[in-house]
């Protein structure tokens, strides 16, 4: 059976001492033409990994040509003269690649979401800046607690910013927070990539569902302390004095959160942003567990 390109290339690669592996390594990153390859890609990395960098990067026939171009650069004219002969012999198509060619060209390929575009665009950070973007997203006070991404993967951070701020809104968090630590290319891939998946949120707006109307029916039933809320809310001219004392004067607390519920309502996202706030200062476990749901 044929050799794919992939195999090539990791059968070039194994032939490599640590040495020239290292060399390649440095001369793949040094060079300056597009496009070109992260060192958090390739620096550690196995030699598989090194050749799925290398194919996803310049796609198989070229990557084929730039690895020849950098074994002969190191002095290692053997291997690239064997693999550019290889190269001219029947490969075979993968059945995988084949799959994902014609669901791309029937339409059928699975939509991208929020979560994978984090995920990929995280994975492409260094450990330094992965660990700075999440210090950044602690920093914003506007929902995510240290605790809920301290020592945590890219997976797990992803899930956390798409619980707590929709999955329009992570992107542009993700996407401000990346310009904040001077990751501008990142940010700049991953708007476009939110723009072409019809994920981008050109504005600070959203049509989502706010999280205290996506929740109403468990806080509801779970905030027990309104007494606290109701003074913060009045002394944020959220709610009038007379409305104050009418829900003070309701039982049970669910009774007092309906009645609430109404001026929130009225007083648009800005308000329901500020009660957001208040039942994080006061209710913290109640909404870091609805927050994971």
Do not use: W
């Not at 409305?243 to 004067?249: A, F, K, L, Q, R």
Request: net charge negative; with cysteine.
């Amino acid at each position: 059976m044929p050799r794919s390109i992939k195999q090539l290339l990791a059968e070039t690669l194994e032939d490599l001492t640590q040495n020239n592996l290292d060399k390649f390594v440095f001369q793949l990153l040094d060079r300056s033409e597009e496009p070109r390859v992260r060192r958090c890609r390739v620096e550690g990395k196995s030699r598989l990994d090194i050749v799925d960098v290398l194919v996803s990067t310049f796609t198989e026939d070229k990557a084929v040509d730039v690895t020849a171009e950098i074994l002969r650069s190191i002095g290692c004219n053997h291997q690239a003269e064997t693999l550019s002969a290889l190269q001219a012999e029947p490969v075979q198509v993968q059945t995988e690649q084949l799959s994902l060619h014609m669901q791309d060209l029937l339409g059928e390929m699975p939509p991208k979401t929020a979560k994978k575009l984090l995920c990929n665009k995280l994975e492409d950070l260094s450990a330094e800046n992965f660990k700075r973007f999440r210090t950044e997203l602690v920093d914003r006070k506007d929902g995510v607690r240290m605790i809920q991404v301290e020592g945590k993967d890219v997976l797990e951070v992803s899930e956390v910013m798409v619980n707590v701020y929709t999955e329009r809104n992570a992107l542009k968090v993700a996407e401000e927070i990346l310009r904040e630590i001077r990751c501008e290319q990142d940010a700049d891939e991953l708007a476009e990539e939110a723009k072409k998946a019809g994920l981008c949120s050109s504005d600070g707006s959203s049509d989502e569902e706010h999280f205290v109307d996506r929740h109403r029916d468990e806080l509801i039933q779970r905030v027990t302390t309104v007494p606290s809320i109701l003074d913060k809310l009045l002394k944020a001219k959220v709610i009038q004095a007379e409305t104050y004392d009418e829900i003070m004067s309701l039982r049970p607390a669910q009774a007092q959160m309906r009645r609430l519920y109404r001026d929130i309502g009225g007083g648009g996202r800005s308000a329901k942003d500020l009660f957001l706030q208040i039942l994080k200062d006061q209710q913290r476990f109640l909404i870091d567990d609805l927050m994971k749901n």
